[in-house]
């Protein structure tokens, strides 16, 4: 049953998580609309219309036909030129953002629901124009069908309006590390709001005598979800302790150990623990937040690099840096998963924060130590974090970071006026 569950779960994710979901429900809904538009002809919609507004109905069957081809083409071409130029701007974002960006750009819901409005619209106006026939008797002609693809036709040209605004300040810097800003900030909230209680002194590190048991990965990927509900419920129905031995977002070889459990497990407890986890080719931010973290590095050392030179959209980054870590530190580096009982059954293998900071850290330090405005803005960041109330090893760490940066600051700045001010903000 949990395993049928969670490869529901897992199918019902990918499918909505696909780019062609929305353009394919809304193309649905409009072919089922122009159904019940064409039924509705047939009690008498256009007659009703001849009736109150005679002025919008069309009675001439070529120029019904004129109307009708004249929006499918019309709407063909924006289609193309529209997403014509969404590559043209994927192609800039990826030259001066990254690469790895690009997934979250083209799963834009709004863009696809626009897609979608075309398609659909497309689709109703086709079958509408196969349905103009019968040219002796114009009273079957489906005015109010072609008053709705009109209309449908003007909606169209609004939301194209609205997608060239709209893809034009999605790509801009500040608005796309203010959207992995959100989701990272979101999915670190959700990661450790899942973990029901503070672990206590004791209960931070499990009986590694206990847990020799080896679950094995059986494909290779990155581990993109754990179902931690499901992974509870099996733990606590057969008496298990469970720890992970990878991260979420890790990249997972086929046949190495990726959870060790307390006891054996027979083949049909093993096959519904394997199901818990779901792996994918890909990495998202939204099952992933060191990847968001990864991102917000990766735009801040390009916008450093000489072939783009953009020090405005580096100390951006590191703004929302600052204020992820500061999340990050609110919460213990250990990750545990309690029974009702208080009995704690699954211990989470997560990214300290130390090494997070230190590979975030180390990436900026190396790429803009020669900038005097960057030191000082990572030198306020640091100092930001050191008020913030957490673990004292994560003063430590802050500590330790900021002794690197300015023996790499003092190394790389010449001018003895810009250590000076780099050395006082340091303090």
Same mark, same amino acid.
């Given at each position: 049953m949990?395993?049928?569950k969670?490869?529901?779960? #897992?199918f019902?994710?990918?499918?909505?998580?696909?780019?062609a979901f929305?353009?394919?429900?809304?193309?649905?809904?409009m072919?089922c609309?122009?159904l019940?538009?064409?039924v509705?002809?047939?009690y008498g919609?256009? #007659?009703f219309?001849q009736?109150?507004?005679?002025?919008l109905?069309?009675?001439?069957?070529?120029?019904?036909?004129?109307i009708?081809?004249?929006l499918?083409?019309?709407?063909?071409s924006?289609?193309v030129?529209?997403? #014509?130029m969404?590559?043209i701007?994927?192609?800039?974002? #990826?030259?001066l953002?990254?690469?790895r960006?690009?997934?979250?750009?083209?799963?834009?819901?709004s863009?696809q629901i626009v897609?979608?409005v075309?398609?659909?619209?497309?689709?109703?106006?086709?079958?509408?124009?196969?349905?103009?026939?019968?040219?002796?008797n114009?009273s079957?002609?489906?005015g109010f069908?072609?008053?709705?693809?009109i209309?449908l036709g003007?909606?169209?040209?609004?939301?194209?309006?609205?997608?060239?605004?709209s893809?034009s300040?999605?790509?801009?810097?500040?608005?796309v590390?203010n959207?992995?800003f959100n989701?990272?900030?979101r999915?670190? !909230?959700?990661?450790f709001?899942?973990?029901?209680?503070?672990?206590?002194p004791?209960?931070i590190?499990?009986?590694?005598?206990k847990?020799k048991?080896e679950v094995?990965?059986r494909q290779t990927?990155y581990?993109q979800?754990?179902s931690?509900q499901s992974?509870?419920?099996?733990?606590?129905?057969?008496?298990?302790?469970?720890?992970?031995?990878?991260?979420?977002?890790m990249?997972?070889i086929?046949?190495?150990?990726?959870a060790l459990?307390s006891?054996?497990?027979?083949?049909?407890?093993l096959e519904d623990?394997?199901s818990?986890f779901t792996f994918s080719?890909?990495?998202l931010v939204r099952?992933?937040?060191?990847?968001?973290? =990864?991102q917000?590095?990766?735009?801040?050392?390009?916008a450093m690099s000489p072939?783009i030179n953009?020090?405005g959209?580096a100390?951006?980054?590191?703004?929302?840096?600052?204020?992820?870590?500061?999340?990050?530190?609110?919460v213990?580096?250990?990750?545990?998963? =309690?029974?009702?009982?208080?009995n704690v059954?699954?211990?989470?293998?997560t990214?300290?924060?130390?090494d997070?900071f230190?590979?975030?850290f180390?990436s900026?330090?190396?790429?803009?130590?020669?900038d005097?405005?960057?030191v000082?803005?990572?030198?306020?960041?640091?100092?930001?974090?050191?008020?913030?109330?957490?673990n004292?090893?994560?003063?430590e760490?802050?500590?330790?970071e900021l002794?690197?940066?300015?023996?790499?600051a003092?190394?790389?700045?010449?001018?003895s006026?810009?250590?000076?001010?780099i !050395? !006082?903000?340091a303090?």
């Amino acid at each position: 049953m949990i395993k049928l569950k969670n490869y529901l779960l #897992s199918f019902y994710r990918n499918i909505t998580r696909s780019i062609a979901f929305y353009p394919s429900l809304i193309a649905f809904g409009m072919i089922c609309f122009s159904l019940i538009v064409l039924v509705a002809e047939q009690y008498g919609a256009t #007659s009703f219309l001849q009736e109150t507004i005679d002025f919008l109905v069309t009675y001439d069957i070529d120029t019904a036909r004129t109307i009708m081809s004249v929006l499918i083409g019309s709407i063909i071409s924006l289609t193309v030129f529209s997403f #014509s130029m969404v590559m043209i701007l994927l192609s800039q974002a #990826s030259s001066l953002l990254s690469p790895r960006l690009l997934p979250g750009l083209i799963s834009n819901k709004s863009h696809q629901i626009v897609l979608g409005v075309y398609l659909g619209t497309t689709l109703y106006c086709l079958l509408i124009l196969i349905n103009i026939n019968n040219p002796d008797n114009e009273s079957t002609l489906p005015g109010f069908a072609i008053l709705l693809a009109i209309i449908l036709g003007l909606i169209c040209m609004a939301l194209f309006v609205y997608f060239i605004h709209s893809i034009s300040t999605a790509i801009q810097a500040s608005n796309v590390l203010n959207k992995i800003f959100n989701d990272t900030k979101r999915d670190l !909230q959700e990661l450790f709001d899942e973990s029901n209680d503070e672990p206590d002194p004791g209960q931070i590190n499990p009986d590694s005598q206990k847990l020799k048991h080896e679950v094995m990965a059986r494909q290779t990927g990155y581990l993109q979800e754990i179902s931690t509900q499901s992974l509870l419920d099996i733990a606590i129905e057969n008496d298990l302790t469970i720890k992970m031995e990878v991260t979420r977002g890790m990249f997972v070889i086929e046949n190495v150990p990726i959870a060790l459990c307390s006891k054996k497990l027979d083949e049909e407890v093993l096959e519904d623990l394997q199901s818990c986890f779901t792996f994918s080719n890909r990495e998202l931010v939204r099952e992933n937040y060191v990847l968001g973290f =990864k991102q917000i590095t990766e735009i801040a050392v390009k916008a450093m690099s000489p072939g783009i030179n953009d020090p405005g959209t580096a100390l951006i980054a590191i703004d929302y840096l600052t204020e992820l870590f500061a999340e990050r530190m609110k919460v213990s580096d250990q990750e545990i998963i =309690k029974d009702e009982e208080g009995n704690v059954r699954i211990y989470f293998n997560t990214v300290s924060f130390k090494d997070l900071f230190y590979n975030v850290f180390a990436s900026l330090r190396i790429y803009t130590k020669h900038d005097v405005v960057i030191v000082q803005k990572l030198i306020m960041m640091l100092r930001f974090l050191q008020y913030q109330k957490a673990n004292a090893n994560y003063s430590e760490v802050l500590k330790t970071e900021l002794e690197t940066l300015l023996e790499d600051a003092n190394e790389s700045i010449s001018n003895s006026r810009d250590k000076k001010i780099i !050395q !006082q903000l340091a303090g």
